[in-house]
């Protein structure tokens, strides 16, 4: 399978292999500067050696073999759309951006490249995890991308979730303002903790319902900052993890055992993802001046878990 990209117009010269470690953060450099020795990649049609530079323009072919991509759900679907950007309802897995082996089955090479008619410039505005449903933005140019990113940036921008966590969570208009930082003690790189030397971060849990089990709770919760899973991290850090969060409901080693071989069966995490929907958004349009108010309703697995729990 052959993968090409072009080096952006505005761009210096620089070593091939430093770009595709930059560029491609899938591959480590060491991993680069071998699949160059092994004639992976190509410079304009022409096979590439380690000491080559790259420059604005240049078009890039990485030759990455033959594979099966990770299985994910492609049925995303459009809530709204206008001149500027797409709201999509992402499913609960699917990534937005290219990521390990998945360089098709992501929401942006959907988009770009899949949909009819294809949006060939999209990209995401903000952050939603591969496992988190619900609305997403995508921009369809350069100066949306700006313009919408800044509304996120300032705060302008409401979000809505709704959650199923584990235990009993009995008080509602709970606000949990705890900086967020990684977590330098974790095993895990892409892992995140409160921490007084973080950034600040500041969640409110605006609605509780305890489901009948008295073992779950559904949550409606606002995220006033945007953190790296910082609901997620939030949660967790009062006692109360999300439903199906292989990352901040197990311990490390299951954790860890469980990216070794994602078909292991784990219990007592109860859903295959987790329990974590974005609902709506609430914005004023920037272009336009327009209040807008985007909605996907909850999906059915989290409805069946939910059910599941009141029988």
Known sequence: MIFNATVALNSKQEKLVDYLARRFTYHCKDIWVEKVRLGQIQVNGKRSVQTDYVYAADVIAYDAGEFVEPA?????????EDEWVIAVNKPGNLLVHRAGKSFRNNLTYLLRSVAEPPYPD???????DRETSGVILMAKNQESMSRFALEF??????????????GSVQQNNLKIDKPIAKDCNSKVRHKFCTDEAGKPA?????????LPSNKASLLTIKPHTGRTHQIRVHLASIGHPIIGDKLYSLDEEKYLAWLDNSKIEIPELLMNRQALHCESLQFTHPFTGREME???PVPKDIEEFISACSE
């Open 122 to 128: 999209a990209n995401a505005i903000h952050r939603i």
């Open 202 to 210: 500041l969640t409110e849990i605006v609605e509780t319902t305890v």
């Open 72 to 80: 994910a759900d492609l049925d995303y679907s459009v809530i709204a």
């Open 153 to 166: 940036k300032e705060g302008r921008v409401q979000k809505c979730y709704r959650a199923v966590v584990h």
């Open 294 to 296: 985007l909605s996907a």
